[in-house]
């Protein structure tokens, strides 16, 4: 799954990083400060071509439940399996035409038995921002709630990502994130992409980290620096 994630740079950064005109600052909102430990319910930045077709980066919150689900009283999702998404019911209409993009430096994972986790923190070897799959009833001209929120799409994991958890986020390249926001490419060719074309487990690298991280309003730099075996997390 995917329950965690930083994103410590600016939103500029991460628009530079996907090749957008970073001049244009009127499309990008209002800058906050970093964040080393963004949890669902908050608001993270979303990257999305809602609207005009333009590129955007707003706040938006983490977590969607439709109005039929709400009233079945099912439980608001944050992660979306690849698997399901593209098909089933409760994800099926924001795979069609919700499809946006969340920057992020990394994600977080647990290991161990209850009372007892290990968080380890995920990132690309060369540590630059990366672009995780994400599905949203979120439009720039809807009242916010909890059907206008976004969740991550997941899938398997593999290699020795495996280690980590069994399942994780969908990193798109600069290029393949372009081409998810793309309003035009159809579902089927969406989930094709998603399956294809997600980051190897060869382009992350992942370490223990403090156990810190696990209180949500802990936000410091020092929640992602590795500890050694010896250490006490």
Same mark, same amino acid.
């Given at each position: 799954m995917c329950g965690r994630i930083t994103q410590h740079q600016s939103q500029v950064a991460y628009a530079r990083e996907m090749g957008w005109n970073v001049d244009d600052f009127g499309r990008l909102g209002t800058d906050r400060g970093p964040s080393w430990n963004v949890a669902p319910g908050t608001h993270p930045w979303l990257m999305h071509r809602f609207g005009d077709d333009r590129e955007h980066i707003d706040p938006v919150s983490w977590g969607y439940r439709p109005s039929w689900a709400a009233e079945k009283k099912i439980?608001?999702?944050?992660n979306a399996r690849l698997e399901k998404a593209a098909t089933g019911p409760y994800f099926r209409p924001l795979w069609k035409s919700g499809r946006a993009i969340v920057p992020a430096d990394g994600w977080y994972e647990w290991t161990g038995e209850k009372g007892h986790k290990q968080p380890w923190y995920i990132r690309l070897k060369k540590d630059r921002p990366m672009f995780l799959a994400a599905i949203t009833g979120y439009r720039p001209d809807k009242e916010p709630?909890?059907?206008?929120?976004? *969740?991550?799409?997941? %899938?398997?994991?593999?290699?020795?990502?495996?280690?980590v958890h069994?399942?994780?986020? *969908?990193?798109?390249? %600069?290029?393949?994130a372009e081409m998810w926001m793309d309003h035009s490419l159809p579902p089927d060719q969406a989930e094709q992409l998603a399956r294809a074309m997600a980051l190897p487990p060869e382009t992350f690298e992942w370490y223990r980290v403090s156990t810190d991280v696990n209180r949500v309003g802990n936000n410091d730099p020092h929640l992602i620096l590795p500890i050694g075996d010896d250490d006490t997390a």
């Open positions: 439980p608001l999702a944050i709630g909890e059907n206008t929120g976004f *969740v991550i799409v997941t %899938a398997a994991a593999e290699g020795g990502l495996v280690d069994d399942r994780r986020p *969908v990193v798109f390249s %600069a290029e393949d």
